[in-house]
């Protein structure tokens, strides 16, 4: 299968949480069968139960509370992030190397994805010179102060991406107290409802998917036993 630029991408939403493990063994395979070209590009939209990340870069210091939740090392890049109930976690398995042949250039879409899709929801986001993610800012008396809505971690294998992006809707904001979040201790963690946003995940998702086609690429449902396999899982029309 050569995958051409305007070669549909699937897309297939997981309605219920689904385990870190399960997810990571998942994607693996199906990161080595794109790039054998046994598979087409896929977006995986999911929820995990809480736990924390570690990215290739993560500092054992930032990890104040280590027995709070499960804490999984990642082959992703980036430091320590948190995911759970009410953030979409997006798991991104295109071919980098087509597509874009530069890694930066990848998280830079990714970064205009997130913030394409939250204007469409009235959220007025930005990314930020020299770091990886995307704020919204908020004013306190005289001081401007960036606020992280969007996390993105991404790890290449032969030019296959895995692991993507995940964005606050509606989680515990709490339970980021228990890391750094990507190791930046002075500037805050939010949400869409802490924003006042009326938006849940599913008209993130849509918004997110209109995004994706305006700006990457045209997309398709996937099979429905695209990922049958993830315990817990069943899967929705994204």
Request: one cysteine or more.
């Amino acid at each position: 299968m050569i995958v051409q630029r305007d070669t549909p991408v699937e897309w297939v939403r997981s309605p219920s949480l689904v385990s870190y493990e399960a997810a990571c063994a998942l994607m693996a395979a199906r990161v080595d069968a794109i790039a054998a070209g046994k598979a087409a590009e896929l977006v995986w939209l999911l929820e995990h139960p809480p736990l924390y990340t570690a990215g290739t870069s993560a500092k054992g210091a930032d990890l104040i509370e280590p027995g709070r939740f499960p804490v999984h090392r990642s082959g992703r890049g980036g430091q320590f992030t948190y995911h759970g109930p009410g953030q979409r976690v997006g798991y991104v398995m295109l071919d980098v190397g087509r597509r874009w042949g530069d890694v930066r250039a990848y998280v830079t879409a990714l970064e205009t994805l997130i913030t394409d899709a939250l204007a469409a929801l009235g959220v007025e986001a930005h990314a930020r010179s020299g770091l990886v993610g995307v704020w919204v800012r908020q004013q306190e008396g005289d001081r401007e102060r960036h606020e992280k809505i969007a996390a993105i971690g991404v790890r290449l294998r032969r030019w296959v991406s895995s692991h993507g992006f995940s964005i606050n809707v509606a989680p515990e904001l709490a339970h980021f107290s228990g890391i750094v979040p990507c190791g930046i201790r002075d500037d805050g963690v939010t949400s869409l409802v802490e924003l006042g946003s009326g938006a849940g995940l599913e008209e993130l998702d849509h918004a997110l998917r209109r995004a994706f086609e305006r700006r990457i690429g045209p997309t398709c449902e996937a099979a429905a036993d695209t990922f049958a396999a993830a315990e817990g899982t069943s899967l929705a029309p994204a």
